[in-house]
């Protein structure tokens, strides 16, 4: 059986930050923890650079479109 591994985005969060504001807004903290969709926007490192903590070189987001499953 073929399993393919594919990578179609990838996110960074900065723990501490994602935690603090979590339990600002009263979310339980634990193994199935909901993230809400504008913190997953904002840690955005690919396709979409909206995370500016980390900025993807060209060689790098090459890389990783190897892994895309169109």
Do not use: H
């Amino acid at each position: 059986m073929l399993r393919p591994f594919c990578i179609e985005s990838v996110y960074l969060f900065q723990s501490e930050d994602l935690l603090a504001a979590l339990e600002a807004t009263g979310v339980k903290v634990g193994v199935a923890t909901s993230v809400r969709v504008a913190q997953w926007n904002a840690a955005e490192i690919y396709p979409s650079a909206t995370n500016p903590a980390l900025i993807l070189t060209d060689r790098q987001r090459a890389q990783l479109a190897m892994f895309r499953s169109d």
